[in-house]
């Protein structure tokens, strides 16, 4: 599999039944598909976010964030990569532009919450200064597990100066 450079812009309409895609190969609670129009058409506070990239000669989406800014905070309610694109940095970049963009409109922190046993997701944002500050005990309803809240500080210009956001292609694909 061939893949070409990597762009990360804002999501559009016409981009949600890919993301929709995506979010049901990633979660097992995914979100219905009106839920991506929504954000994308009606919710003021939603910032979409889409990777896009030449695969095999065929421009596709391969990575899906949503984010909402709240004043100066900013929600991550969603973030993935399809599966066969993991591991090559689209995730941090798409997370790093995603807060950058969010810092540019006035966010000062971030927030997200993440499944206890996400061990990979926590990993990255850890990578990225996240600290896990909360717990809401039993919060996703198919496994019954906590939800981890982590918590950025101070999000600044500098804030990612130190996260390696290169993306690479993977070596089995
Ligand atoms: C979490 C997710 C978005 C990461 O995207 P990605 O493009 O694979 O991530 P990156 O390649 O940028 O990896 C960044 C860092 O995260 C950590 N990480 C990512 N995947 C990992 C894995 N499977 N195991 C361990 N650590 C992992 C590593 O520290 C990695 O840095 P490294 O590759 O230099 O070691 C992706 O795995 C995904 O879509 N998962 C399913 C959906 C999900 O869990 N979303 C998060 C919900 S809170």
Redesign the pocket.
Known sequence: MTVGEITIRRMRLEDVPAVHEIDTL??SLPWPERSFRFEVIENAVSRGWVAEAEVNGETRII?MLVLWLLVDEAHIA????HPD?????????IIVEALEAARVEGARRAF????ER????Q??YR?FGFAITSRRPRYYRDTGEDAILMTLEGLNAETFEHVNVKTRQRVNV
Do not use: D, P
């Open positions: 990633s979660f990575g969603t973030v993935a990569v694109f993991q591991r090559c940095g689209i995730g941090s970049r997200l919450e993440v499944r996400n061990l990979a997701a990993e990255m990578k």
